[in-house]
């Protein structure tokens, strides 16, 4: 069982910056590939950034360039880092964490962090 904590949303104006943290608990988080979803009103979840317990990443096509997504497993934290920000990026922000193998599948979810980016 994990338990994931977000923070760090807010209001930020147009080009603005944001960093948000998922704090995990209750198991090993550095086995986990982590992840960020966001969801906007009326609109599917989708994936802005994940990151393996490897380290390798990946991005939406949407917010290279702009975001990073990083993780302590020291902390076990996971973070994204939010630059330039635009109107577009506003959004419920969910940190992820999954594990899979051949036997095992693991999901779970943090409740989300709001942003919203307007002037």
């Known amino acids: 069982q994990v338990q994931l904590v977000e923070s760090g949303g807010g209001l930020v104006q147009p080009g603005g910056s944001l960093r948000l943290s998922c704090a995990a608990s209750g198991s090993i988080f550095s086995i986990y590939t982590m992840s960020w979803y966001r969801q906007a009103p009326g609109e599917q979840r989708e994936l802005v950034a994940a990151?393996?317990?490897?380290?390798?990443?990946n991005y939406a096509d949407s917010v290279k360039g702009r975001f990073t997504i990083s993780r302590d497993n020291a902390k076990n934290t996971v973070y994204l880092q939010m630059n330039s920000l635009r109107p577009e990026d506003t959004a419920l922000y969910y940190c992820?964490?999954?594990?899979?193998?051949?036997?095992?599948?693991?999901?779970?979810w943090g409740q989300g962090t709001q942003v919203t980016v307007s002037s």
């Open positions: 990151i393996t317990r490897g380290g390798s990443t």
């Open positions: 992820n964490a999954h594990y899979s193998d051949a036997v095992l599948d693991y999901e779970y």
